[in-house]
């Protein structure tokens, strides 16, 4: 995979390692300017170092769901044109400020993903990509709930972690009835088990279905 000034896989030492270009930022390791992207501390990570296209291209305008520390948000700012970034507790939300400031295309917005009439008149409409990884219950109804975002060629990545639905179903069940309720609104493309580092997690990238 080579998509120069987005993301590519680029040779460090000997070893392959999936790099963004943009400012360092939790003391990651750097060369000539690229950052490595460690898949085992961010799960899109994870699946772009297998080779699966999720929609992050070039410039491409984003709403990220379940932002955190903004770990995986400042890679994706290194690719995306605007960020609108979204996380509903204080604490990471803090670490995310610092990564916004040395940036100016990611939107912080400490809000709450079950709502999004509550930032509909900040983040903008015909979205390119909702990037969603929020710890909770009801993941795929969020992702339900923030298809108004979305231009009709754009694309969902969610990951749902099971453990989050439900403690006792096992995770092969949650993942089906996950596909099918989304299935409701969006045309899945491609999903993905994540491998020892995400456990109990499946990402699934889907496009909207016309309404
Ligand atoms: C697994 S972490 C995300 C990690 C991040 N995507 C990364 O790769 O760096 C999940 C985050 O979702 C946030 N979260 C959970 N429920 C949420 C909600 N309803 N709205 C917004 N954020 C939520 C949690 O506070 C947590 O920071």
Avoid: C
């Avoid at 994870?46 to 709403?63: C, H, M, P, R, Y």
């Avoid at 770990?71 to 995310?96: C, G, K, N, W």
């Avoid at 710890?135 to 298809?147: E, S």
């Amino acid at each position: 995979m080579t998509k120069p000034e987005s993301y590519q896989h680029l040779d460090i030492r000997g070893k392959t390692h999936l790099v963004t270009k943009g400012p360092p930022t939790y003391g990651e390791q750097t060369k000539n300017g690229w950052r490595v992207w460690d898949p085992a501390r961010s799960k899109l990570g994870s699946v772009l170092t297998q080779d699966i296209d999720v929609g992050l291209s070039k410039n491409a305008k984003v709403l990220y769901l379940g932002a955190a520390n903004g770990t995986t948000v400042s890679h994706v700012a290194d690719v995306a044109s605007i960020v609108y970034a979204v996380e509903f507790s204080p604490q990471p939300m803090r670490d995310l400020l610092n990564v916004a400031r040395s940036r100016t295309n990611i939107i912080p917005l400490l809000k709450d993903a079950r709502h999004p009439q509550t930032y509909s008149h900040v983040v903008e409409s015909n979205l390119d990509l909702i990037i969603q990884d929020v710890a909770t219950r009801g993941q795929v109804k969020i992702a339900l709930d923030n298809k108004e975002f979305l231009s009709p060629t754009g694309k969902l990545f969610l990951v749902i972690k099971a453990r989050s639905e439900n403690v006792v179903t096992p995770p092969e069940l949650i993942f089906k009835s996950s596909i099918e309720d989304l299935s409701q609104s969006y045309a899945i493309l491609q999903t993905q088990k994540l491998t020892s580092h995400h456990k109990d997690h499946m990402a699934i990238v889907a496009e909207p279905l016309p309404q």
